[in-house]
């Protein structure tokens, strides 16, 4: 009987210590679960504020992606803008360079129309000149030649005041041949004299 109930004895002893030891193993367990599920839900607090951060961090990249984008459509704008200005001025300046060209033309033209007219204006003013000068050179000849004329008149005058009524009457007599001879040389001396005295623009000219 002893004997049983030590036997007992020694089984709930052995079993109560198997119960400590899995109760302490459990308890173990249980604090590096805890301890576990406490790291779990500190990473998952870091994975969410990360998560949160990198949301925003891509929320700002997305704003500033379609910040930019308008940036670039503004400045693909603007440059568009320009080059259709700098088309324009480059077409304009063409459009002014053949214009100028065109008027440069023109101005060259009529200044060589001009200096042609101007040569033979001066050519023409050259020839009036010179046909100025054979007229003042040929009045000056006639106005020698009336002069010499004139002279002439009045030895003519003087010669015809020096012949009296009987020498004109012996003129006319037949056997008169000596007076009539005397008038006829002072006639002819007369004569000369006129001849000479004349004035031939064409001949002055020529002379000239």
Known sequence: MNTRICALLLVFVATAASAEGMEE?????????????????????????????????????????????????????????????????????QAQVVASNEQIGKFKKAYDELLVLAKGKEAERARLQAQLGERDTQVQQCSVKNQQMYGVAQQLLAAYEKIDVAEVMSIRQPFASSVRVKFEELAQGFGDDLYKSRFDAPQATANH
């Open 25 to 93: 193993r459990l308890r173990t367990q249980l604090r590096s679960t805890t301890q576990q599920l406490q790291t779990l839900q500190s990473e998952q607090a870091q994975a969410s504020a990360a998560r949160l951060a990198a949301e925003n961090q891509a929320k700002q990249a997305q704003a500033q992606i379609k910040q930019l984008t308008a940036e670039l459509a503004q400045a693909r704008g603007v440059a568009e803008q320009l080059v259709g200005q700098q088309q324009s001025l480059h077409s304009q300046a």
